[in-house]
């Protein structure tokens, strides 16, 4: 039974990284703010929410840069990188909290506007960090509510308008299989 429970998680934290690898090439066609929708994200809080923090963690950690160097997006240095610690923290804490809290739609809300406000300072420290240290630029207060806020707009709306209720209807389906 444990083994079967591992092996579920393995397949779907697998699809949820196919996903992360595949939906920026849908959202790609919208050239106005396809990237502003934040495509990796989804499949990656989704991950960390269904599968758990470790999982969560993994995913987040692997897909940017291994979609960069499948298909050269995002950019390795310092997209990819920032983005895979950002997205790491999406998917720990995100998988963390979930299994922490009672699957209640506000704390279901709760965790994920935490996990999107840890995954957002993580990636203004990472690239803070890449910027200062390696690229020897700098990183402004500008770039990061920019990048983190001003410019991710659409994709914050479209995260708090689907992962909850996905969420919620995947964990209520999971709990009835359990049962059945």
């Known amino acids: 039974m444990k083994s079967n429970h591992k092996v579920a998680l393995l397949t779907f934290s697998a699809l949820f990284l196919a996903l ?13 703010f396809g990237s502003a929708l934040l495509p990796m994200h989804l499949p990656v809080l989704l991950c960390g929410f269904l599968c758990g923090w470790p999982w969560g963690l993994a995913v987040g950690l692997i897909a940017p840069i291994l979609r960069s ?43 994920l506007a935490v996990a999107m406000l840890v995954g957002r300072a993580v990636w203004g420290l990472v690239s803070l960090a890449l910027y200062s240290l390696i690229l020897r630029a700098p990183f402004t207060g500008a770039m990061f509510l ?6 991710a707009w659409p994709g914050i709306v479209v995260q708090l308008a689907l992962v909850p209720p996905i969420v919620l209807a995947l964990t209520k389906v999971m709990r009835n299989t359990r049962g059945a």
Do not use: D, R
């Not at 920032?82 to 995100?94: K, N, Q, T």
């Not at 920019?146 to 410019?151: Q, S």
């Open 69 to 111: 160097l499948l298909f050269g997006m995002p950019p390795l240095m310092p997209t990819a990188i920032a983005m895979s610690f950002e997205l790491a923290a999406y998917g720990a804490v995100s998988g963390f909290l979930y299994a922490k809290l009672a699957k209640t739609t506000l704390n279901t809300y709760v965790t």
């Open 20 to 32: 992360a690898l595949v939906l920026p090439f849908l959202t790609g066609q919208i050239p106005q």
């Open 146 to 151: 920019g990048g983190a806020f001003l410019n």
